[in-house]
Structure formats: C-alpha cells, structure tokens
C-alpha cells in the first residue's frame, strides 16, 4: 500500500458519484476528502491481514479486492467485492481486528478515514453517520448467511466421508453376494442331475426337507461359538463326511457348520437315504443353503442402505419445509448418531443411552436443531480417546425437555469455558475446525427460545440443551 501526499484532481466529483455519499452536501464530501488518507494498492497487495486491528474505513473508489481465509494449511476464497464500496471499520462497530486476509486483485484507488474522526462525523453529517450503519447491518446480515452457510458446508463435509463410508460396505456387499449368486445359480445343473437321478422318493424328500430346511433359521448362531469351537465342528464334520465317502467334504463343512450341522444331523440324513444318494443330497443341500446364506445377505445390506437413507432424511428433512413442527427430541439426536456412526466405530466408542420416550415432542425446526447436536456430538467424539464412554441422556423438566451429552474425555480448560461459545474460538488445531460449530448452536437453540450450557471436570464433560415444549 502507498499512501500517496496528493489527492486526484478529480477526487471530490469521484467521491460525489460514490453511491454511499450520493447527495450528500458539497462542504461533507469535502470533510470526508480532507479527513482522510488518499491510498493506492497494487494487484497482489494486502488491505487487512488476519489477526491484526483495524482502525481505518476504507473507501474505496476504483478496484476490487478478495477475502482470503488459511484452512487446512490452504487459503480458501471466501468471496470478492468490487469498487466503489465502503469496507474496514464503521461507526459503531465493535470490530477490532480482521479474521481473514484482504487481497487487491486489479490496482485500487481509494481514501481511508481514521476511527479517531467518527464522533466528529456525527456532528458534520448525521445522514453521512445513518448510511454508514445501514452499512453495518447490512454486512451484519450477510456476515450471517454466510456464517450459518459455511457452518452447514462444515458440518456436511464432517458426514459426508462417513456416509460414503457406510454407504459403500453394504452396496460392495451386495455386488459380491450377486456375483456368487450368479456361479452358484449356473453351477446347479449338475448337481441337480445328480440328485434326480438317485430316484428319490418323495417320502425320502420329505424327510430329508425336515432335516435340512429348518437349518435356514439357524444361520449366523454358530457366531455365538468360540473360534476354536467353531473349528473343532468343522473338523468332527469333515471327518464325518470323509468316512461317509462324501465328496468335496471341506467345502460342504464350511458352509453346514455355518448353519449349526452336528454329526447327528448328517446321521439323520444318512438314515434316510440310500448310500450312494448321499453325496448328491448333501451337495445339493450345501448349494441351497449357499443361495439362502446369499440372499440373507443381500437382504441386510439392503436394509442396511434404506435404513441410512432414512437416516439421511430424517436428518436433513429433505421432504420437509423449514417450519416449525412438534416432535420428539431423541429422534433427532437418535438420526444424528447414526450420521456419525463411522466416527464412533472408529473410536470403539461406547454408548450409553437414557432416553424419556414419554418425554413429549418440542416445537422445533428440526433440521437447524440436528445441526446442533452434530456439533455437540461431534466435538464430544473428537475429545475422547479411543474405547471412551458417551452417555446421552433425554428428559422433561417442568414445561422444558432436555438433552445432555456427556463425553469423558480430558474437559474443557477453565480459561477456555467461558469462550468456547464465542465466534471464530477453537481449541481444534489448523484446518480442524472454524470456530463456528458451538457459537451456531447457541444461536440456534437461542432462536428456538431454549439455552445451552456447558459443565465441565478431567473426565466429565456435558453439554446441556434445554428446549421450551412450545414456542408460544
């Protein structure tokens, strides 16, 4: 920045024509030019930098600049304005210093006006003094949207990984289990050829059916067997089956231990058939329950991935307007743990609920309200180590239902407590966290009449959010 001695000819008509002075009388503008610093940046160089006060109004007359923020070790472009425009301090406002970096991107011409002239300015132009804080709401008002909007962003990119996550297991799964399903359907002609073969009766078939169908409702119980238990089935069946001179008997152990086969089931069946019948049985019924065990999984993946796209609306309230509705506080809380449930596996997170289900439902607008225990639940995650323990607890006080989350991690400083609800603080390291998260989430519990509070000691940590039952 240059800070040139003399002014432009033609610097009070520029100023004149600025749309913040438009009408303004000739002897103001004049004050404005004489009070005032006459500035000029070249493409590249800095307004303001982050972290540093800011005693000036700028003015600027021809050019534009760019906002610039350092996140995640990158600067990130926060939006760009163009001359003529008015930036910097404004009567009135209680800024002290920039939060993010301001680049000139063409040259710009312009004045800066010192703080120390603002109460003279109210004696030389109260119009001046009204326009300038129409100014400041203004930016107010925008500095909001995009506050809440970059805030949203935030807590979007935090889900969106996991949800990919969790999304992508299940549909895998289901790709694999379609693709065996596939061989195994193509690979059934010869064993079916096998069994037709054998002329079994239908009272042998019968019998066997009863033997081999009731199975299917035991799949997934060996998991209740140990390792070794498991394995020592296998090998009793094995051993079985190659005393029977059954074919493929390793392949067949696989998949009856997995459906809960004993040796007396195999003997049963064996009682039935003919000798040379058993093999073909055997293997036909290992094919069966192959296609069952197939298609139980694609079943529960596909439960899986409808449960978490119900997760998701319920979460966003995709179907929903942004109205207020009356409803029952844990579903919010519960959809919001499902959306950070790849978060809480991957610290073996234990959770423990108490949850007042005849707690009765809050008017809220739901999807500003799953926003903030996202960042609740969230920072507790972030804060506890490995295996730690997440208590959420729901209930009714008087005409008011409350939310505590209690995390056991390290607690909260006693010199940060009381900040921790303020713009733009963060405890979290670079490109972690905006400092946005809480301070959202007291304005919106605000906007919902309620209040958030924290308490905090090494090892207990709770964040408390008391809603009105109605809004009225």
């Given at each position: ?50 972290n ?15 906002v ?40 710009i ?40 909007q ?24 289901i ?26 009766t ?33 090998d ?32 049963d ?102 926003q ?27 005409h ?73």
């Amino acid at each position: 920045m240059k800070t040139l001695d003399t002014m432009p000819a033609d610097l009070l008509p520029q100023l004149a024509e600025h749309p913040t002075f438009q009408g303004l009388p000739s002897e103001v503008i004049q004050w404005v030019a004489d009070k005032s610093e006459y500035v000029h940046y070249e493409a590249g160089d800095e307004l303001f930098q982050p972290n540093t006060p800011v005693n000036h109004m700028s003015i600027l007359l021809t050019g534009a600049y760019k906002v610039v923020m350092a996140q995640g070790g990158e600067l990130r472009e926060l939006g760009t304005w163009d001359a003529p425009m008015i930036t910097g301090l404004l009567p009135f406002s209680r800024m002290k210093e920039a939060k993010a970096a301001g680049l000139a991107l063409p040259e710009i011409h312009g004045l800066q006006l010192h703080k120390d002239h603002f109460v003279e300015m109210v004696n030389v132009s109260y119009e001046l003094v009204q326009r300038l804080v129409g100014h400041l709401s203004d930016r107010i008002r925008d500095f909001e949207q995009n506050r809440l909007q970059q805030e949203k962003l935030m807590s979007l990119g935090k889900l969106s990984a996991g949800l990919a996550h969790e999304l992508n297991n299940p549909a895998s799964a289901i790709v694999r289990s379609v693709e065996e399903l596939y061989t195994q359907v193509h690979s059934s002609p010869e064993e079916f050829k096998e069994v037709i073969t054998m002329k079994i009766t239908p009272e042998e078939t019968d019998e066997v059916n009863e033997i081999i169908f009731p199975k299917v409702q035991k799949l997934g119980q060996f998991e209740d067997l140990s390792l070794l238990e498991q394995e020592s089935r296998k090998d009793d069946l094995i051993d079985w089956l190659e005393d029977h001179e059954v074919d493929q008997a390793e392949d067949l152990a696989d998949t009856f231990v997995e459906f809960c086969f004993g040796e007396d089931d195999l003997d049963d069946i064996a009682d039935v058939l003919k000798p040379e019948a058993l093999g073909p049985v055997l293997r036909w019924a290992k094919r069966v329950l192959t296609m069952e065990k197939i298609v139980a999984e694609i079943r529960e993946s596909s439960e899986r991935i409808a449960g978490l796209v119900s997760s998701v609306k319920a979460y966003t309230h995709m179907d929903q307007a942004a109205s207020i509705e009356a409803r029952p506080i844990h579903e919010g809380v519960k959809s919001t743990m499902m959306m950070l449930k790849h978060k809480i596996k991957a610290k073996q997170i234990q959770i423990d609920k108490d949850i007042d289900f005849d707690a009765p439902p809050v008017e809220i607008r739901a999807g500003e309200m799953n926003q903030v225990w996202t960042n609740i639940l969230d920072n507790a995650i972030d804060a506890m180590e490995v295996g730690g323990k997440l208590h959420v607890r729901t209930y009714r006080k008087h005409h008011n239902v409350l939310v505590d989350i209690t995390d056991n991690g390290p607690g909260i400083p006693e010199d940060v407590i009381g900040r921790i609800f303020d713009p733009f603080f963060t405890t979290k390291g670079v490109g972690e966290g905006t400092g946005l998260g809480l301070e959202v989430s007291r304005r919106i519990v605000e906007k919902h009449k309620g209040v958030i509070e924290v308490s905090s000691a090494p090892g207990k940590t709770t964040f408390t959010v008391c809603l009105p039952i109605t809004q009225s």
